[in-house]
């Protein structure tokens, strides 16, 4: 091992694009490549420095084949260390690119201080013959985005997207509150959310990440942060585009976008739908409005997310969307709510569950199948008063408004109930 890594003290003085002599070497026009602007800002040891040679023998030389990722900076691979039994991800500036420089140079010198369960783990990098690489955990589940729409994937169950939304919820509070010095990410999205073998969620791509100036890092008001605007399309704060500068709830915003992902499995942009359409959050606060969002959720969710849920979710979402800054949560608080919400699901299921085992059961338009035996007819009205009592007051008893209608024939019990929006 100690004959393919190097700790990375050696690299915080300079970028050598040389034959790693100890000498600076420029290439004409890329003077600004050399040096990076806050060596001291990198702590000693952290991560490895791999050579060129291992990381294109993991990566078959770059195989166009292992290729899992695009970007503004460059092409992910797939790779494997072999000596190691070890499965990578290798991400790879594209040549000439001043944009990418930056963003490694950045995302470099965060990950290194970075560690906590939902922040994708970096192992180390490569500076070698004017490459500029980043070695990172593999996921093996890929993006967030990839399992809800476009890919062909199993539809996420309904607790499992709740996981996940809490999982990135804790790792954007830890960055804004919880790291040395706070962190706004500043590119917040489904894509840039990976999973794990266990669907365990990572923040990604800190390429576009701000660090709060330390004078700014206790202030209870948030101040504003100067920054050139650059987000992705749907996702972005529109305050931070309109030129008010970038704070922690510009993350909340994009965050609350991905909420609404999650929610209708739908993309935050899509050219191909009509104009009032494109824009997922705007459609989404519309219809909140419009009392109709659970017409365009997804409808592997319908009938099987609770009411107390569903209303919390979409509560948590429209707040952290709201147009002024000031008026949204933060992320500790969206990260209450969330538990919050999955909690209430938890707590339904449940309680379905012990309606009746052998009965399958659906929330919000619900419908209710439960095998009844052949009873008398005095014990079988009486079982029938029981389930219908346990179903309105019990299962049902959150819902402020519903119509109720019941199937009966000898065998079972049908009951469906509608809420009135």
Known sequence: MKDHLRFLSSFYKVFQKGTGDGKLEYSEGNEKRSRIRNPAALPEEISYKFSLALVKAATNNFDQDLIIGSGGFGHVYKGFL????????????????????????????????????????????????????LVYEYMENGALRDLLYDSGCDPLPRKQRLEI?????????????????????????????????????????????????????????????????????????????????????????????????VLCSRKAFDMSLKANQAYLVHWARRS?????????????????????????FVDIAC???????????????????????????????????????????????????ALVPEYSSGEWSRQLVLLLFFCVFGSLRCWCSSLIFITIDRVSIRLTATKII
């Open 165 to 261: 939304c809490i999982g990135a919820a804790r790792g954007l509070r830890y960055l804004h509150t919880g790291a040395k010095q706070a962190i706004i990410h500043r590119d917040v999205k489904s894509s840039n959310i990976l999973l794990d073998d266990k669907l365990v969620c990572k923040l990604s791509d800190f390429g576009l990440a701000k660090l709060r100036p330390q004078s700014n890092c206790k202030q209870k008001t948030l101040t504003r942060i100067d920054s050139m605007v650059k987000s992705t399309c749907g996702y972005a704060d529109p305050e931070y585009v309109a030129g008010f500068g970038l704070t922690e709830k510009s993350d909340v915003y994009s965050f609350g976008v991905v909420l609404f992902e």
């Open 319 to 369: 707040s952290c969307t709201c147009p002024e800054g000031n008026s949204r949560l933060e992320m500790g608080e969206v990260e209450v709510m969330l538990e919050r919400a999955l909690e209430l699901q938890q707590k339904a299921d449940s309680d379905m569950v012990r309606l009746a085992s052998c009965g399958v059961y659906m929330f919000e338009e619900v419908s209710c199948c």
């Open 288 to 312: 909140i409005g419009e009392g109709t969002i659970y017409n365009i959720i997804d409808p592997n969710l319908k009938g099987r997310i609770a009411t107390g849920c569903f209303k919390t």
């Open 82 to 133: 072999n000596d190691w039994n070890l499965v990578i991800a290798v991400k790879r500036l594209y040549p000439d690119s001043a944009q990418g420089f930056n963003e490694f140079q950045a995302e470099l010198l965060l990950l290194c201080q970075l560690h906590h369960q939902h922040v994708v783990p970096l192992i180390g990098f490569c500076n070698e013959k004017a490459e500029m690489i």
